[in-house]
Each structure stands twice: as C-alpha cells, then as structure tokens.
C-alpha cells in the first residue's frame, strides 16, 4: 500500500471507529430505551470541546486572539476522560428537562429545538469557546514524545482508538445481553407495563442518558485529539440526523448493525451524490451529500425501517447453562430472523 | 419607565410576527397529528421564492400572496405526498418525527445547492415612519402588525364560525370520534395543511422583509421561536399559540431593552426551559386519549 | 393442574404460610377442605375519590378484600370500578380518601412502589413489550432483583447467570401450565388477542404476588379459554393469592368470586354473594338504569 492510500485507509479506519462509538452510545438510549435524543450531538460537541479546554494552555499563550474557558494544559489521557465526564455530566441537566416528563415525538422535537439554542449560545458567547471560530491548536497525544512519522503517527492512533472502541464494545454489549439490558427494552416498549411490574423507568432512563452522553463525550474527544479544531459548524442540528440515519439503515438496537450503518452510510453518501443533479451553485457538494442523508432516512422508514439488520430475538435456550453457546458461536454473524416483525410497531 | 412604550410597541410587533408562524405550526399538529419539524425549512423556501420572484424589493402585500400561496402549496403537498402515506404505512410518531427533518434537510439544502450559501439582502426602501405614543415605528411594521391582526381573527372566524373550522376543532380533539360522525378526515386534513401552510409561508416571507436579510438558515433560529411560542401556548391550540407568541415578544422585547440587545433570544430559552420543566403540556393542552406526549 | 409448582421451583410467599403458623399469631384456623380464608382485610379502601376529565368518577368508594379470596367487583358501565382500580395501583393522581395493602398506606405512592409490595395488576387491554419474546415478557414478570442493575451487568455476570436461568426455568413451567409453551420465543406483538392476555396473566402472576388486580381478565375471550384461565385462577387462590377481580360476564363471576362488590355511580352500592346480590333490588335496578 503506497503512503497515500495508508492514510486514506488509516484515517477512515480512525473516524469509523469513533462514529461508532458515538452510534453505539445512541442506539443505547434511542433502540434500547426508547429515548428520542435529538440533540446528541450537542453531546459530542461537550465531549470535544471539553477535551481541547483540559489540552490546550490558556488562551493568551497562542496570541492567536481566541478567547475560551479553561486552558488546563493537562496530559494526555486526562483531557480524554474529562470529555467523557462532560458529555455525562451535560445529560443531567438536559435530561431534566428533557427526558424527565417529555415522551415520543413531543421530546424529539423539545430535543432538537435545545440543540439549536445550543448552537445559538455558543456563537453569542464569544468567550466561552471562542464563539463562531472555535479552538484549534490542539496537540495531538504524545505527538512531540512518540519518535514516529505522522504516517506512523496515524497508525498508533488508530490503534488506540481501536482499542478504545472494543473496550466500549464490551461494556455495551454486556448491558445490552444482561436483565438490565432487558428492563431497559421494558422501558422502550412500555413504561406502563415496567412500572406496573416494579421497575424503576426513571432511573433507567436518565442513567442511559447520561452513559449515552458519556459515549458521545468521549468520542468527541477522540474526535478532538483527530482534527485538532472543532468549531460549532461541526456540530449543527443535521449531525444528530445523521448518527440517527446511520441506525436505521444499519439496524436499529443491533450493535452488529450499527456497525454495518457506520460503514455503509458515508459510502452511501458519496455514491448518492454522484447521481444527483449538479444543479445551480457548483462545489457545494457538501450541500448535497444531506439532500442524499435525507432521502436515505425518508427511503430506509419506509422499506425498511427496522434496518439491514433487525433487533436480533433472543431465544429462551440462551438464557440456561444448558443452551448458553460457546464464545465462538456469539461472534458468529447470524442472519436476520426468519419471522419479520410487523412493521407497524414501535421503532 | 419611558422604556415602556417602546418595549410594548417592539413587542407587539414580534409577537405579530411570531404569531403568524406559531399559530401555523400549531394548527398544523392539532388537525393532523403531526410535529412537522419541516417548518422552518418550509417558511425559508418561501423567503426565497418571494425574493426571487419580487427581484429584491419588499413590497409587504405582494409578499404576504407569495408567501401564502407558496406555503399553502408546498404544505399540503407534503402533507398529502410525504406525511400521509408514511402515516398509513403505520409510521410512529416519532418516526414521522424523523420524515420531517428528513424532509428539512432536504429542502433546506436544496435551496443551499441551488442559490449557495450567500445571504440574500431586500433594498432597503425608504421608511415612512409613524411616531404613536412617543414610539417611532416604520409603516412596514404597521403594516405587519395590521396584517397579523387580521390574519389572527380570520382564523379565529374560521375555527368557530364555519363548519370546517368545527370539522378541525373536532379531528383535532378526537379524530375517531369525529369521522364516525361523518367528519371527512381526510378533507379537514388538507384543508389544515392549506390554511398553516399558508400562515407558514406568509410567516416566512415577513420575516425576510423585517429582518431585511436572510440565508438558507435563518428559517432556524425563527422555527426555535415558533415552537416555544406554541409549546407555551400548548402544542395544537392555536389560541394558546396566540397567547404564547405575545407573552414571548414581550418579554424578549423587555429583555433587550433593560439588559441588552443579545438577550432578546435568550429570553426565549429561558422560557422555553422554564415551561418544560414546569408544565411541559402548555397552559391550554391536555393531550387527548392515546397520545402521550408527556409522562 | 396442581395448586402448587414444580417441586425444583417452590412457591414462596403466601402459600408457604397458609397454613396456621407456629409462631403463636393469633389467626383463624381454616377448616380442613375449606379453601384458605383468613378473615382480615389485605386491602382496605375507605373514602377514595377521583375527579376525572370534569367528572366524579370515584364518589367515595369503601370497600375490603379480605386475604385468600377472589373478590368481585361488578356494576354497570361508567360505574368507576376500573378507575378505582387504577387509582388503587396507584396510576391515578389526584385521588383523595385512604387505600391500606397489608398495613401499608399505598394512596399516592408511585406505581413502582406499590407493585414492589406485592399487590400487581393486569392491564384491561395487555400491555405487553411487543419486541420481545413472551419469554423475556414472563421474565420481566419476576419481581424486580438484584441482577437488573447496570453494575451488575457489566461486572458480576457469573452471578446473575444462575438466577436468570432459575426464572427461566420457573416461567417455562408457567407456560407449560397454560399450554402455551410453544410460544416461548415468539414476539409478544405477533400475538392473537386472546394468546396476549394469557401472557399479561401469566406474567403478573411470575412475580408472586399477594394480591392481583384483575381489569376484566377474560373480556373478549372464547368460553373455552376463559374457563381454562378461570381453573388457573381458582387455583392460584388456593395457593394464597388474593385476588380483585372486575367482570361483565356474571356467570363467570358466580363461579370464580366470592364475595362479590357492587359499584355504581363511583360508589359502592352492595356487597355479597352472588345469589344474595341477585335478590337485591337495588342492584337489579342500578343494572338496569346505571
């Protein structure tokens, strides 16, 4: 493989792995628990945000005429784990107001209008992050230590995030195969029911919402430590929308699935483009690429809105000694269930 | 306080200007059911096709017939076209939720490849101004606030005195109830999309004129305003919306004027805020049998 | 079907303790053949009063159930008996008066609370978790343990693995008990109407509980099954859950209840046995009129 295409793959490798984290911390909250989080970006952007504050020194010291809170200058990993706490710590607050008492439609809505404000506040407050530019600057970890080339600089980091990613992998799919795993389908399924049979909704709710958070706090500053910049174009309303695209497509509370979507969806995107007309403005091909995000989301609800691969149903025989099968026979892809769920259900 | 006058006056006109759009939106969600987060993209289609049409100037009555007819198309072809067949497919709500931003992004976006992501600015035409109660005031927002004012009791008039207006009232409250009493569901709905999309359009086109400039996003920040106006009023009743456009352009009037100019939206969030925390279903909503909206 | 379970999974709770206790309580001693009567009041509900949508739906009800019974509670439409119901589990607000469950004041604690005290309900129309399997469904029914939460899920598996496997166990034998057990893995929302309520019965019943309420359990269902899920029922009395139970169908109330409450108009009109209650005239006519 020649540099170039090294880094092409390596740098695709690195933002799979972080989208996926990201997804998988959606999915949580959206096909496991039925939460409709549509301002988790905001999540992500806390998650970066945070990161580069706990990185870079103050301000002043880049006379670059940028103003923002913080500037801690602390080593790498610490900064990492500040933006996973963040982006836990910002679910209590946005969870209380919008997961506490708001349901279905009506809170994807209140959610999506509180990312918006969230855009409009950080481009007002000039000093808090440094408004409508952002911060830059950041240094990638361990850069100016490591005696590597960036191209080998690319694969280390690859290779911590793949890390990061399994290690995320593991604690999700243990919730996810656990009883907790299932007071949380309770909850998404009927909240009555769960409560009426001694479950506690709440509490199962706002602590998705905030793992959920933490996940996307965290990518956010993998993401950060990545792109060293970050600024609030990178993290308007349409991002959420994107993330909820890739799980539909992908497969909706299907962590296999919503790996599938991480892949696909970008490749989806640029092949769509191809096809649409070039019409009026050219170079605006970003533009387009959500015009594709849009019909994809619209296409996916309504041929197949439970996703290429479906909520996998777990037989009973797994849940005894006697039927539990060997690890290999977990990792094993297994292929969609032959009775289809009705599609009038509850997504 | 000499503030008073002028807070008063700038808040009737935002509230005005609000009260369009919030009143549009809510409709739209009490006749059909649907949050349709496709608004604001909708009224920004409308700022442009009035622009393109009237070739910059802004003339506030050519406007407000663009605005309307534009809307009114565009909403009920994608009521008919887009919502409805989703809605048959057995769709839920909060997947109708997500067709609707689906729906945004695509016509947002579209305008953005097409006309490029540069703000577009109305000649500024001479002002004749009225000075009313010690506040001076341009005859443009006269005349917005003259054309609010009568928007405001058409609907009025609709909603109560014609029979559609009863038809709505009734799809909106309990639709089962009202089709088995020989409501057509289907007509009140289309007809529901015509009458918001219309308010939707005109909303648009007035913002555009009033702010005297606009890009592909500025149907965004305007869309916040509507929704917290009719979340405050409470989400599908067009009084509430009313209610809740005027509370808002009072307060985010008075907010500007004794803190400072930045806060006029900060006032809105901090409403916002405040009403979900509080009373998330509005001052006049109760959420009728089957839908649960809060827990 | 037996009265009580499969000898590996032992009933607990009430049944265990039917029998006149050591312990020197002083409690009536059933007699021998008699189904188990201890003759105290598990619920006791004095005063209760919901306003609901403008309306008195509950006009000050007081009634008792007394322990080891299948309580009916019958009366015309509009008579306020599932709103008291619902008020009793505790998913109304709003509602005044005093409800007591085993000496507990339960009027105004959260559903959760109330369902963790023993006294479950089923729901007038199943409610169950259409994506998931009946299983899971039953499994969901057990009362809520300690390997449901999130700590425990990431870090002590081994620990959780054998009590998952015990509920499993005792659930399957719940299904084989109703004859359903070929539905283990099915989705609970591709269910037939009458295969959903067997589950919703089923379900409340894998927690143990000390008492059911019952939203007309067997509205809609063909006679066969109803009598079937009724011979469940009597059965479960006798293992020493108490049981309130509404329902239109009267003949199906002379044969599972006794006693037998009277509602109409939000409030308690007459209590009794069946054959007493058809001699009453009051209540002939609140049927006729209500």
Known sequence: ?347 | MSLIPGIIAFGLYSACLYAIGAVGFTLQFGVTNVLNLAYGAILTSAMYVDYAIGRGTPSIWFGILIGAVWGALVSVVFGRVIVMPYVRRGASLVAMAMVTIGVALIVQYTLEAIQGPFVYSYQVAQQSTVRIAGVTMSEEQLIIIGAAVVLMIAVHALLQYTRLGLAMRATAVHPSLARSCGVSTERVRTTAWLVSGALCGISGVLLGISTGSFDSVTGASFFITVVVAAIIGGVGKPYGAMIGALILGLVSSAAAAVISPDYKDIAAWVILIVVLVIRPQGIFAEFSSGRELIG | ?290
């Not at chain 1, 349901?103 to 999506?112: E, I, P, R, T």
């Open chain 1, 1 to 347: 493989m020649s540099p170039a295409t090294q880094f092409y793959v390596s740098s695709l490798s690195i933002l799979f792995g972080i989208n996926l984290i990201a997804v998988w911390g959606l999915d949580l909250q959206y096909g496991f628990t039925g939460i409709y989080n549509f301002a988790y970006i905001v999540f992500q952007a806390a998650g970066a945000y945070t990161t580069g504050l706990f990185a870079l020194h103050p301000a002043a010291y880049y006379q670059a005429n940028e103003t923002y809170v913080g500037g801690f200058n602390l080593p790498f990993p610490l900064p990492l784990l500040a933006g996973a706490a963040a982006g836990g710590l910002l679910a209590l607050p946005l969870g209380f107001i919008g997961v506490r008492r708001l349901k279905g439609d009506y809170q994807a809505m209140a959610m999506l209008v509180l990312s918006l404000i969230a855009t409009a506040f950080v481009n007002a407050q000039q000093n808090l992050v440094n408004g409508p530019t952002g911060i830059s600057f950041v240094e990638k970890p361990l850069s100016t230590q490591l005696p590597l080339t960036p191209l080998g600089y690319q694969w280390a980091y690859l290779g911590l995030v793949a890390v990061i990613t399994l290690i995320v992998l593991w604690i999700v799919r243990s919730i996810v195969s656990s009883p907790y795993g299932r007071v949380l389908r309770a909850v998404r399924d009927s909240e009555t029911a769960a409560a009426s049979l001694g479950r506690h909704v709440n509490t199962a709710r706002r602590t998705i919402f905030v793992l959920g958070g933490a996940l996307a706090g965290l990518s956010g500053g993998l993401l950060m430590y990545y792109v060293t910049a970050w600024s609030p174009t990178s993290w308007l309303y349409p991002e959420t929308f994107l993330f909820f695209t890739i799980i539909v497509v992908g497969g909706t509370a299907n962590l296999a699935g919503n790996a599938l979507g991480t892949l696909l969806v970008p490749i989806l995107i640029v092949e769509g483009t191809r096809f649409l007309p070039q019409i009026g403005y050219p170079g605006l091909i970003d533009s387009l690429d959500w015009v594709v995000i849009g019909l994809l989301m619209l296409g996916f609800l309504w041929f197949r809105p439970q996703g290429l691969l479906p909520e996998r149903r777990r037989k009973w025989v797994t849940f005894v000694p006697e039927g539990r099968r060997s690890l290999h026979d977990l990792l094993r892809f297994r292929p969609p269930s032959a009775l289809p769920v009705s599609t009038r259900g509850e997504r």
């Open chain 3, 1 to 290: 079907m037996s009265a009580g379970a499969e000898p590996d999974v032992p009933v607990t709770g009430p049944a265990a303790a039917t029998p006149a206790p050591s312990s020197g309580e002083t409690r009536a001693e059933p007699a021998v053949g008699e189904p188990a009567r201890a003759h105290q009041a598990i619920l006791h509900v004095a005063d209760l009063k919901v306003h609901f949508g403008g309306v008195q739906a509950v006009a000050g009800a007081t009634f008792e159930v007394h322990r080891g019974t299948i309580t009916g509670l019958i009366g015309p439409n509009g008579a306020g008996k599932s709103t008291a119901v619902n008020a009793i589990a505790g998913q109304v607000h709003g509602a005044t008066g005093r409800v007591v469950f085993e000496d507990n004041e339960i009027l105004g604690r959260r559903v959760e609370e109330i369902s963790r005290l023993g006294l479950r309900r089923s729901f007038q129309t199943a409610n169950l978790f259409g994506r998931m399997t009946v299983m899971e469904n039953l499994l969901m029914g057990a009362p809520p343990w300690n390997g449901e939460h999130l700590r425990a899920s990431i870090i002590g598996r081994r620990k959780w693995h054998r009590r998952e496997a015990e509920l499993t166990w005792k659930a399957l034998g719940i299904m084989e008990d109703f004859g359903v057990a070929s539905l283990a893995d099915e989705l609970a929302a591709n269910l037939s109407g009458g295969q959903k309520r067997i589950v919703e019965i089923m379900r409340t019943i894998m927690g143990e509980p000390t008492m059911m309420l019952l939203d007309e359990p067997l509205a809609g269902i063909n006679p066969a099954l109803a009598r079937t899920i009724g011979h469940h029922l009597l059965a479960l009395r006798d293992a020493g859950v108490t049981m309130l139970v509404i329902e239109h169908d009267l003949g199906l109330v002379e044969r599972l209840c006794d006693p037998v409450i009277v509602m109409a108009q939000g409030k308690v009109l007459s209590e009794g046995s069946m054959s007493d209650l058809r001699r009453n005239k009051e209540v002939v006519s609140a049927y006729l009129t209500g």
